[in-house]
């Protein structure tokens, strides 16, 4: 039977026989108001999910998304202000 190795999508580290990693799932889109990141305990199932080996580059990965979704809400708050703008007239 053949292996499968996994490398962690945070810091390339490779998957051993005892450590316990995790499995990160993206769900809708960054573009809608409610963007989902799961978390799972790591199975080799074979799902398309990003492979975390540890609490430190899991804790780094939920960093980045929540950046991203700032950075994604700020854009559409922006959107929204610049469309108000426009209706009301102002701006230029």
């Given amino acids: ?6 490398t962690c999508d945070g810091c390339g580290r ?3 026989d005892t450590n316990h990693w995790y499995g990160v799932e993206e ?3 960054r573009s809608t108001l409610h963007p989902t990141l ?6 080799d199932s074979g799902r398309d999910m990003e492979h975390i080996c ?3 580059c899991l804790t780094k990965r939920l960093a ?3 950046d991203t979704l700032r950075v994604s809400h700020k854009q559409m708050d922006d959107s929204s ?3 108000a703008e426009a209706k009301a007239g102002i701006g230029g």
């Fill in 1 to 6: 039977m053949v292996k499968a190795i996994y």
């Fill in 64 to 66: 980045q998304f929540s």
């Fill in 38 to 43: 799961r978390i799972v305990s790591f199975d």
């Fill in 81 to 83: 202000e610049s469309e």
């Fill in 54 to 56: 540890s609490d430190d």
């Fill in 14 to 16: 490779t998957k051993g």
């Fill in 27 to 29: 769900m809708g889109s």
